[in-house]
């Protein structure tokens, strides 16, 4: 005959503290977003419009900006590199000097940022060119249409040579 065996009570659990865990938790979610923002801050670079230069020139001169505006008056040698235009926003224009190859896209009446500093004669002397395009992008609704489109960018790419 066996003999029942009696039932032992339940060892009682050890409760964790949660303390190490909420600290750990914090400290990841602090350190992840000082990474996001801390370099998002530094790749958001703003520019001033060529009004908003000409009145904060006492505070800007010398340092480098950038100024964004519409393209007015290009003369480019595509020989040299040199690159003369100048850039409005309809209350103050500036001339800008560049140096280097020029996209595509750059021609008169659009937009772009340059980034360089004032030299002695009022000419902005530009050593970063970014070409502003336009962001509407339609898709051919037919094959006649994308060829209208083809046709149309090689005809103004043969004016722009």
Do not use: C, W
């Amino acid at each position: 005959m066996t003999t029942p065996v009696s039932q032992l009570p339940q060892a009682r659990r050890r409760r964790k503290n949660p303390l190490p865990y909420l600290l750990a938790g914090a400290v990841l979610v602090g350190l992840l977003a000082y990474i996001i923002f801390g370099n998002l801050a530094q790749s958001i670079e703003y520019f001033v419009t060529p009004t908003e230069y000409q009145a904060e020139k006492a505070s800007l001169q010398g340092r480098t900006v950038r100024i964004g505006g519409l393209v007015k008056a290009v003369k480019y040698d595509r020989q040299t590199l040199d690159l003369h235009f100048n850039v409005t926003d309809g209350g103050a224009t500036f001339p800008v000097i560049y140096q280097g190859a020029v996209s595509d896209l750059f021609k008169e009446n659009q937009g772009v940022v340059v980034r360089g500093v004032f030299n002695a004669q009022n000419v902005f002397q530009a050593n970063e060119l970014i070409v502003k395009h336009s962001e509407e992008y339609r898709v051919p609704r037919s094959q006649s249409e994308l060829k209208d489109m083809l046709r149309n960018a090689k005809d103004a790419n043969a004016e722009g040579q």
